[in-house]
C-alpha cells in the first residue's frame, strides 16, 4: 500500500547493467515521492440505497402537439374508455411508459413519494406554455404517491391540457438540477451522499432546444443526478441518441459533459 511521503526510486535496467558491468555504484535514475494521497471512491447506482442515501424520482411528460389531439383514437395520449391501471394492455403509450420504468425504480425510493411535471402545453386553464408545470396542480407540493399517484395525475392533467409546442426539455432538466444540488457537500467530502435524483422524461421524438437542452445536460454532469428519456412512438429519436452520450461524450459550446448521465430508452 502507497503511503503518504513515500518516496519510490526510478530504475532504468539497462543503465544499471552498464554501470555493473563498469564497476560503478548505480542508485537510481530519479524518484517519485507521493506528498499527499487522496482515494476516492467511484460509487454505483446500486451502492446508493445501502449507505443511505435517498432516491428521489421525477417524471416529465411530454404534452406537445405532435403526440395528436388528445380525444383523436390516433394519438399517443388517447384514453381508452377500457383504461384500468391494473391491465397494462388498456393503457395508452404514455401511461405504459410511466408504469413500466415507474414500478422499476419506485423500489429504490423509500418513501415511494414522487414527483411529476408536464411541458409543452398549457395546464389548468392558464394562459401560458409551461415546460416544468407540476401535474397535482399544486408547484408548492408536485408529489403523488408511487406509480398509482403518477398514472391518476396524468389522467387527471389529460382533463386539463391544451397540447401545444415547441418540445423544450431544457427548463425540467435545470430545475431538477437545481434541486439536486440543495444541501449538497463539497465535492471530494467524505461524507455519504443524502440524496440522488433520477429525472425519466417521456417523449415521442425531435425536441426543439437542442442546443439549451446539450448545455443543461452538460451543467448537470456533475450533480448527483441522472436522466432517463424514454421515447414512445415512432418520432425521430436521433436527438436523443446523441444526448445519451455512449459513444461519444456530449459536448457545446467548448464545454464536455463531467459524466455521462443520459440513458436513452425507446419503448416503441
Do not use: W
Not at 97 to 113: C, F, N
Not at 206 to 220: L, N, R
Request: aromatic letters at 10%; charged letters at 25%; hydrophobic letters at 35%.
Amino acid at each position: 500500500m502507497i503511503k503518504q511521503g513515500y518516496t519510490f526510486n526510478l530504475i532504468n535496467q539497462k543503465k544499471r547493467e552498464k554501470c555493473k558491468r563498469k564497476g560503478k555504484e548505480y542508485r537510481n535514475s530519479g524518484t517519485i515521492s507521493f506528498e499527499n494521497i487522496e482515494v476516492i471512491k467511484d460509487y454505483t447506482f446500486m451502492d446508493f440505497p445501502l449507505l443511505g442515501t435517498e432516491i428521489s424520482v421525477t417524471f416529465a411528460i411530454d404534452f406537445t402537439i405532435s403526440n395528436g389531439e388528445i380525444n383523436d383514437p390516433k394519438s399517443l395520449h388517447y384514453k381508452s374508455p377500457d383504461c384500468d391501471f391494473n391491465n397494462f394492455s388498456t393503457l395508452n403509450e404514455y401511461q405504459k411508459a410511466i408504469a413500466a420504468i415507474g414500478y422499476v425504480l419506485e423500489p429504490y425510493d423509500s418513501t415511494k413519494y414522487m414527483e411529476v411535471y408536464g411541458y409543452g402545453a398549457k395546464f389548468f386553464n392558464r394562459p401560458e406554455i409551461e415546460y416544468d408545470c407540476a401535474l397535482t396542480g399544486n408547484p408548492e407540493a408536485p408529489s403523488v404517491l408511487g406509480v398509482n399517484g403518477i398514472l391518476h395525475a396524468y389522467a387527471n392533467a389529460l382533463e386539463n391540457v391544451e397540447i401545444s409546442e415547441p418540445t423544450n426539455f431544457a427548463p425540467i432538466i435545470s430545475k431538477i438540477t437545481a434541486k439536486s444540488r440543495v444541501g449538497l457537500q463539497p465535492k471530494h467530502s467524505n461524507a455519504p451522499l443524502q440524496k440522488y435524483h433520477i429525472l425519466v422524461i417521456i417523449t415521442d421524438g425531435e425536441i426543439s432546444d437542442m442546443e439549451d437542452t446539450k448545455s443543461a445536460i452538460i451543467e448537470a454532469s456533475d450533480a448527483p443526478i441522472s436522466i432517463i428519456i424514454i421515447g414512445v412512438g415512432h418520432g425521430n429519436f436521433d436527438s436523443m441518441v446523441e444526448l445519451d452520450g455512449d459513444d461519444v461524450r456530449l459536448n457545446c459550446d467548448g464545454k464536455i459533459a463531467e459524466r455521462d448521465i443520459v440513458q436513452f430508452v425507446p419503448l416503441s
